[in-house]
């Protein structure tokens, strides 16, 4: 699991995490393509002040039933090949729960202990990045795309930062040390 160790975030791959961020819907999956652990992604995520993930309630923060885990069980079985690699993906379809729920389930000391471990054994079978749509002439020219979240430049400082919409044109660094008592109009 060397691959995995901790290592400083270099400007390729932050630049990766913040392209993958909003086409991607699970941490693990991000952190299988960065070759880093899902605590290191979800911080360096933090970090660059990307928006919070929009997980339901419904696949991803119900408790787990004692249902649950036989189900859980039964897939992982029906789910691992001869090899030992798990698949994930067809294993979060089948219980109705997030890759990101699973993994964490599967990380447990009841399964695989730990987040190394189990990653070592996942085999991702399904594209991990979403593609992007192919939209005609037409359709480009009548969406507007001004209120949706992404990377802007900020008006005080100029770097690059996530923006959740239109308006928000500060980064959170410039918003710290400015407070709005001092504009001057």
């Keep these: 699991m060397s691959e995995f160790t901790r290592r400083p975030w270099a400007p390729s791959d932050t630049r990766s995490l913040i392209d993958m961020w909003p086409r991607v819907g699970s941490i693990v999956l991000i952190a299988l393509k960065l070759k880093r652990s899902t605590s290191s992604v979800q911080t360096q995520a ?20 004692d ?11 029906k789910n691992t090949r001869r090899d030992g690699k ?4 067809e294993i979060a379809e089948e219980v109705k729960r997030s890759i990101d729920a699973v993994a964490a389930k599967l990380s447990e000391d009841d399964f695989y202990g730990k987040e190394e471990v189990l990653f070592e054994k996942i085999e991702v079978t399904r594209e991990i990045i979403a593609s992007a749509s192919v939209t005609t002439t037409d359709e480009t020219e009548n969406r507007d795309d001004r209120n949706k979240a992404k990377k802007r430049k900020c008006l005080n400082c100029q770097k690059e930062f996530w923006s959740e919409w239109s308006g928000n044109r500060r980064c959170n660094a410039c918003k710290k040390g400015e407070s709005d008592d001092n504009w001057d109009w």
């Design 46 to 65: 933090s970090r660059k002040n990307l928006p919070r993930r929009g997980e339901t309630n419904e696949r991803h923060r119900r408790k787990w039933t």
């Design 67 to 77: 249902d649950d885990i036989r189900s859980l069980r039964n897939s992982l079985d």
């Design 86 to 89: 798990i698949l994930i993906c």
